[in-house]
């Protein structure tokens, strides 16, 4: 079974920073592409960063020099850093795999994790 448990959220005034993390389980981690995702109240749920299992990245424009998205393959973990935080990006923040479950390298499925809660206040 897939796990991807988030954590790092939280509430951070205009300017701050926060780091995001996501611990994978049960998934072949380092063949895996990952992604961060973000829904605000309302919205669609968006795309922020994602990196490949080779470690190329993609980060949305709204986030591009802002957000720094890193994956750790020897702990199954992916990073979020987030600097000048804006309001704007007040959303949840959830992670993304892109993998095969452990034991099944042929089969790739998407898998998401709960989500954890960012807010910026101005």
């Known amino acids: 079974q897939v796990q991807l448990v988030e954590s790092g959220g939280g509430l951070v005034q205009a300017g701050g920073s926060l780091r995001l993390s996501c611990a994978a389980s049960?998934?072949?981690?380092?063949?895996?592409?990952m992604g961060w995702y973000r829904q605000a109240p309302g919205k669609q749920r968006e795309l922020v960063a994602s990196i490949t299992s080779g470690g190329s990245t993609n980060y949305a424009i709204s986030v591009k020099g802002r957000f720094t998205i890193s994956r750790d393959n020897t702990n199954n973990t992916v990073y979020l850093q987030m600097n000048s935080l804006k309001p704007e990006d007040t959303a949840v923040y959830y992670c993304n795999a892109q993998g095969s479950p452990s034991g099944l390298p042929r089969v790739r499925l998407a898998s998401w994790g709960q989500g954890t809660q960012v807010t910026v206040s101005s």
């Open positions: 049960g998934i072949i981690f380092r063949a895996s592409d």
